[in-house]
């Protein structure tokens, strides 16, 4: 079976083409493009499932499928078209292509009245195919393909609705600050293929601890490489600005692609090379310093927002900057926990926020209205509409929030542990555990508000709309149901011995992880005492940031966008991003601009090679024009003039 | 065997007829100087045919063949352009003009 | 001098003036009379070189067929005198410039004697016996004193010469027709 895993990617890309070629041909054939669509991730995620028992059978060592050769460089860099099957890829395949298909059925009735239905299938599949490729490969050329084909997806995805501009500048956002990071990946596989001498990641794992010195430039460099690549696609600091601006594609795809999938990429590209990683302490601070202080600033600035999937957008930027926290503390089954909780409840609340804006949107049209209907503050009290809704996104704040027994109380507090741990090694790490834990405090908080801005209360959008509201049907809420049961039970993945668990996962990605465990100093787990305070720290701080967030949303009646008072100082700043966007505008943009107009365009490009260059040649090849049209005078005695003269000079040359 | 002699007298005739070529302009002038230019050639070909064997005279009998029929097809030109521009004055004939 | 070089004198001064008479006399008429002028002096030439049978036919081809043709077009035409100069003042200086240095050029073949000829050619040492060097001469020359004028150019002509001499007469032809088709007025 796992010889088969091909078909696990050949299967959405062949749905990408199928229903590429519909969207070209027969974009009406909406009935198809579902069949196709649902059907080939569904086969994937079947395909996938009975990988993962193979491998829960097997002894965890990894499988390479060899599909071709892709390039015969030199005999020493041969690099081939080859997908390995080991526990961690497994873990990825399941989460991809199972929160896939729920995305997927999801997108069947959120995207059904859209002209652009097909292509939007055709994207989405394409995007699976990749992210495989992504998780699946074998060697980093091999992952990049996935790398870069996600990005290019994300890209259309985000520019699906590219009338609009915005939606256009957005995707190009995303793009170019991905193409950063994937500069930094491009970069640190130079460097391994120059001094480790392999790109395969069994091979890497194998000889870099032999042939690079611990803690040394060169491996620090590499990986510090691979983390500017992560940044891009995790959307960390400093190339976070566009995963928010990326709400602007179809909620489902802010789902799929924007929470549960291509944005963890980062964190599973830092496990893959989690021997590389492991090697250097400096970059290991350094990603988790940039996770942490990612999750803090990303939290505060979820605080203020109203747009309800800009704050899950700034929340799904503050998760990943966790899963970086723990990957960074060399705790890299905390980061895959974390990853796999978060796909499950940040897309039950990215799919809530979908039913959310698909009922306001259909209000909308049936009232006439005009209103922002993304914007929170034009909600309120949708509860009594949407009670599934509700209840299943109230499910997944819980989880988000931490609190137990939901799935992202155990993957969240496994992380803050293991940096509380490696505190004794840095300050930085335990600095980077009071960020967390001060970010989870947030996370409560901003959670709570949108909840209650949404959900509680009194409908602000006025009484037109209101007779309008109710539950998305049940093709859309079915995957919530299915999404919110993970988010509840997703903890028993790796329940810690204090809850009666056994680390599940942890003893299932230990064939993976052997040779990192083999280089890592172990990491002394708090027990007892310690254990306990910092459970209760962390339940503490989900339980008092959800009251608080309810408590202060509903303390005052919530001001219309119109109404709304101007703000001051600090909520001034959030509200405003801390300005990063200008500050990037004002620092790299403008002068990438001033730079590109005056210097390369007007400068080099008009007046050196258009002005100088070509039109030089031109003239020049004019003026020898000029001067051979001079010759031909149309005078056959000129003509017979000039042959004469040939003949002289031949005959001089002849008879020396 | 006059070798030297008729080689100069040839190459005399040869620059006579270059300069009748470059310096005159009318058409029919022209023409006949290039005849001339063939006879300074053929002279050259029998000086020279003394020594080589007979090939040289045929290569002039040749010569005259292919003299003539250009000759012919020259002048049938030369008068459908006088019958076109009515001047044979190639100054005046100037089309190929760049 | 023997009077075989002294003939040759006569003959090339007067090939050499009317050729020059030739080259710059205003009326084409007279123009063609001294170049046919230049073709007896030529025959005459071609008889001092054992050219019997050319010079017959220089005299009687040239002269006579190609000469008159030209003073039939001409006359046809009634093409004037050329009046004013006959070529602008630069084209003087280039046309006999050009033919003066060509003409200069060539004359270093005033030099060549048979026994330098056959120096150059040959491998062998200076002053070798240019009838080795060169059989054919000798040979042709025995093909005339054995065969006659004619048999000796004609043996040539018709045996190793045969294939080009047949492809002249198509020449002609085509010659024929294509001077008959550019000269109609209409076909």
């Known amino acids: ?135 699946l490969g074998a060697s980093l ?36 600050a991905n193409r950063i990071g994937d500069f930094g990946v491009l970069i640190a596989m130079f460097m391994l293929w120059w001094h480790v001498g392999t790109l395969d990641f069994g091979a890497i794992a194998e000889r870099a601890p032999a042939l690079l010195p611990l803690g040394g430039t060169v491996v620090t460099a590499i990986t ?18 566009w995963l928010p601006d990326a709400m602007a594609g179809p909620t489902p795809v802010s789902a799929l692609i924007h929470a549960a999938t291509m944005v963890t990429a980062g964190v599973f590209l830092v496990v893959r090379m989690g021997v590389l990683f492991t090697m250097s302490p400096v970059t290991q601070l350094v990603v988790t310093l940039t996770g942490a202080l990612t999750a803090f600033l990303a939290a505060t600035i979820a605080l203020r927002q109203y747009d309800i999937k800009k704050v899950l957008a700034y929340s ?127 996370t409560a908080f901003y959670m709570a508000r949108l909840m209650a801005m949404t959900f509680m209360g009194r409908f602000r959008g006025g009484d037109a709309m209101q007779p309008h509201l109710h539950d998305a049907p049940w093709i859309m809420t079915g995957p919530l149901v299915v999404l919110g049961i993970l988010s509840v039970t997703g903890g028993g993945l790796n329940l810690p011995a204090f809850a009666g668990g056994s680390h599940f996962l942890e003893h299932w990605l230990e064939p993976v992880l052997r040779p990192v465990t083999a280089l890592a100093m172990p990491l002394a787990h708090p027990h007892g005492m310690t254990e306990f305070l910092l459970l209760g720290g962390a ?118 | 065997m006059l070798l030297g002699p008729s080689l100069a007298l040839s190459a005399v005739l040869f620059a006579i007829g270059v300069a009748g070529v470059l310096i005159r302009r009318n058409a029919i002038v022209l023409f006949m ?26 290569m002039v009998f040749f010569v005259m063949t292919v003299a003539a029929a250009e000759a012919a097809v020259g002048l049938a030109i030369i008068l459908a352009i006088f019958r076109h521009t009515q001047t044979v004055d190639l100054t005046q004939l100037n089309l190929l003009k760049g | 001098m023997d009077v075989v070089t002294l003939v040759f004198g006569v003959f090339a001064l007067w090939a050499v003036v009317s050729a020059l008479v030739c080259v710059t006399r205003r009326s084409p008429i007279s123009s063609a009379m001294w170049l046919v002028s230049t073709m007896f002096a030529l025959a005459g030439i071609y008889v001092l070189l054992n050219a019997e049978f050319i010079a017959a036919i220089q005299v009687l081809v040239y002269a006579g067929a190609v000469m008159v043709l030209f003073l039939f077009v001409i006359m046809l035409l009634n093409v004037d005198a050329e009046i004013g100069p006959m070529r602008r003042s630069y084209g003087w200086v280039v046309g006999v410039g050009a033919a003066l240095v060509l003409g200069a050029q060539l004359l270093v073949m005033r030099g060549y004697s048979v026994q330098r000829l056959a120096d150059e050619i040959s491998t062998m040492p200076l002053g070798v016996d240019p009838s080795l060097v060169f059989p054919e001469g000798a040979a042709a020359r025995a093909a005339t004193a054995s065969r006659g004028v004619v048999g000796g150019i004609a043996e040539p002509l018709f045996q190793a010469y045969l294939i080009p001499f047949e ?16 000269a109609k007025k209409r076909l």
């Open chain 1, 316 to 442: 799904t930027v503050s998760q990943l900057g966790y899963m970086f926290i723990g990957v960074g503390t060399g705790a890299y089954t905390a980061g895959i926990f974390h990853l796999v909780t978060h796909a499950f409840f940040k897309a039950l609340l990215f799919l809530g926020a979908g039913s959310v804006i698909h009922a306001m949107h259909h209000a909308q049209h049936a009232a006439h209205s005009e209103l922002d209907g993304q914007d929170m503050r034009n909600m309120g009290g949708l509860r009594r509409a949407m009670p599934w809704t509700f209840l299943l996104m109230g499910l997944a704040t819980l989880a988000i929030a931490g609190v137990p027994p939901f799935a992202g109380f155990f993957s969240k507090d496994e992380i803050l542990a293991a940096a509380f741990a490696r505190g004794e090694v840095s300050p930085v790490y335990l600095a980077s555990w009071a960020l967390g834990l001060a970010a989870a405090l947030m």
């Open chain 1, 539 to 656: 339940i503490a701080a989900a339980v008092i940031g959800l009251a608080a967030g309810i408590r202060l949303t509903l303390a005052r009646p919530v001001a219309l966008p119109a109404d709304q008072p101007p703000e001051r100082g600090l909520a001034r700043l959030l509200a405003a991003k801390y300005h990063i966007d200008e500050i990037y505008d004002f620092l790299v943009v403008r002068p990438l601009m001033w730079f590109s107009t005056r210097v390369l365009w007007k400068g080099i490009d008009q007046f050196i090679v258009d002005r100088i260059a070509v039109g030089g040649i031109a003239r020049v090849t004019q003026g020898l024009g000029w001067l051979g049209s001079r010759l031909q005078n149309g005078q056959v005695a000129f003509y017979v003039a000039m042959f004469a003269v040939g003949a002289v000079i031949i005959l001089r040359t002849l008879a020396r």
């Open chain 1, 141 to 176: 050329p091999v992952s990049f393909i996935g790398w870069e084909g996600v990005g290019l997806c994300s890209y259309l995805l985000i520019g699906f609705w590219f009338d609009d501009k915005a939606n256009a500048d957005a995707g190009k956002k995303a793009f170019l």
């Open chain 3, 167 to 182: 492809i002249t007469s198509v020449l002609l032809l085509a010659a024929a027709i294509g001077a008959v088709v550019l």
């Open chain 1, 224 to 241: 510090l490489f691979l983390f500017l690549g992560c940044t891009g696609k995790s959307a960390q600091i400093p190339l976070f600005v």
């Open chain 1, 1 to 135: 079976m796992t010889d088969l895993i091909w078909l696990a990617v050949a299967l959405p890309l062949l749905g990408a083409i199928l229903n590429g070629a519909i969207a070209v041909a027969r974009p009406t054939w909406k009935s198809a493009v579902s069949f196709i669509g649902v059907g080939t991730l569904v086969a994937a995620f079947a395909v996938a499932v009975m990988v993962a028992l193979e491998a829960a059978r097997g002894d965890g060592a990894a499988t390479t499928v060899h599909l071709w050769r892709w390039m015969p460089v030199t005999e020493r860099l041969n690099i081939d078209l080859a997908l390995v099957v080991d526990r961690l890829s497994v873990v990825m395949l399941l989460v991809i292509t199972g929160v896939g298909s729920l995305i997927h059925l999801f997108s069947v009735g959120y995207m059904r009245a859209d002209a652009g239905y097909a292509r939007y299938f055709a994207y989405l599949n394409l995007f699976v195919a990749f992210m495989l490729v992504l998780v």
């Open chain 2, 33 to 58: 100087c290039i005849e001339l230019m063939l006879n300074a050639v053929n002279l050259t070909f029998i000086a020279l045919a003394q020594v080589h064997g007979m090939s040289g005279q045929i």
